[in-house]
């Protein structure tokens, strides 16, 4: 079969287009046959060598979408859709025309995405479920999004409205807070980390939750929460740090929920999955859009233009 492949990390130079033998599945696994495959900015960071825990040689991607070719008798033919941290970390991953995985590691596709559409989702949703999960999101809970544009952002917020909350969104620029309206949710524009509290309080009266997924405003956040509340993050600065008013924290009750979507392996992921698959075929989560197919064959170039910082959405189609 034909895969993105790398033997050594520090340099994209080490990922090849090659060809490698197919997968066998083991017992209790499934062999999928790839349908298409999403290229997440971790993945480029893994060939990197930002995770040394990855084994060589190895076929990266985590997100996929596809077919049961061979496995459980009552999984063949299954449309299918998966994610997690061993894919393309300590097992070969989704970038290749088929992948052997957990049998208990993979979900049922809804319906209504296409095969490309699933495979954009698994990293962004998951992340954003488990955020909101372990932040204690549901029904009247007042949360902020920081970064609501992005991928984790967006998938938040979609989320986050099915399950009752009161929503407020935070990005960069004017043009994105009328395009969020625009969407139905309250949006604010971020400008100067002092006035963040201001701009919460004018809208929620303070945040309940506060989902950081820039990595940028944690110091900012601690003033917008209300009393007990919770701020989640997902990334930090190049350096890792960054000053906690702590004072202002524990005197509010606050506390800070870290979320990582590498904690958790396919069989973990696929549970995720399903609990909020089934919302795309209610017609309560919206459907991706402006996704950029690529053959996999082109999947080197796609990989150097996600390091230069692209942020399309780029999905493999093998």
């Known amino acids: 079969m034909k895969a993105l492949q790398f033997c ?33 900015p971790s993945d480029v960071k893994n060939v990197l060598g930002r995770f040394p825990y990855t084994t060589l040689p190895r076929i990266p991607g ?41 049998a208990k590691g993979v979900a049922h596709k809804p319906s209504h995405l296409s095969f490309a559409q699933a495979a954009s989702l698994g ?12 932040s204690g999101v549901g029904k009247g809970t007042r949360l902020l999004v920081i970064g609501a544009n992005g991928a984790v952002g967006s998938a938040a917020l979609a989320l986050a409205k099915i399950r009752g909350a009161q929503v407020l969104a935070a990005v960069r620029r004017p043009e994105q807070v009328e395009a969020l309206k625009a969407q139905g949710f309250e ?20 945040a309940d939750v506060i989902f950081d997924t820039t990595g940028f405003w944690l110091p900012a956040a601690v003033s917008a929460l209300a009393p007990f509340g919770r701020i989640a993050i997902i990334a930090a600065p190049v350096d890792g740090h960054v000053q906690l008013p702590a004072l202002a924290l524990y005197r509010k009750g606050g506390s800070v929920v870290g979320i990582n979507s590498l904690l ?10 399903e609990q909020f698959g089934r919302f795309f075929d209610e017609g309560l989560l919206p459907l991706p859009t402006g996704l950029r197919e690529v053959p996999l064959a082109e999947g080197v170039r796609c990989y ?9 959405k780029i999905i493999f189609l093998p």
Not at 74 to 99: I, K, M, N, P
Not at 123 to 134: I, N, S
Not at 264 to 273: F, G, Q
């Open 8 to 40: 050594a990390t520090g340099d994209l130079a080490a990922l090849d287009y090659v060809e490698v033998a197919t997968p066998v599945p083991a017992a209790g696994e499934v062999l999928v046959q790839v349908k298409a495959a999403g290229l997440n």
């Open 62 to 102: 985590r997100d996929f979408a596809g077919v049961v070719v061979d496995g459980p008798r009552a999984l063949l033919g299954r449309e299918v859709w998966g994610t997690g941290r061993d894919l393309g970390f300590f097992a070969d991953g989704s970038h290749s025309q088929y992948l052997t995985v957990s």
């Open 123 to 134: 990293v962004p949703y998951t992340t954003a479920w488990d955020a909101l999960e372990r």
């Open 187 to 206: 949006a604010i524009a971020l400008d100067k980390p002092e006035d963040l509290s201001a701009q919460v309080n004018a809208v929620l009266g303070g």
């Open 264 to 273: 958790y392996n396919s069989e973990a992921c696929a549970l995720m999955l």
């Open 304 to 312: 150097e233009e996600v390091n230069r910082g692209s942020t399309d």
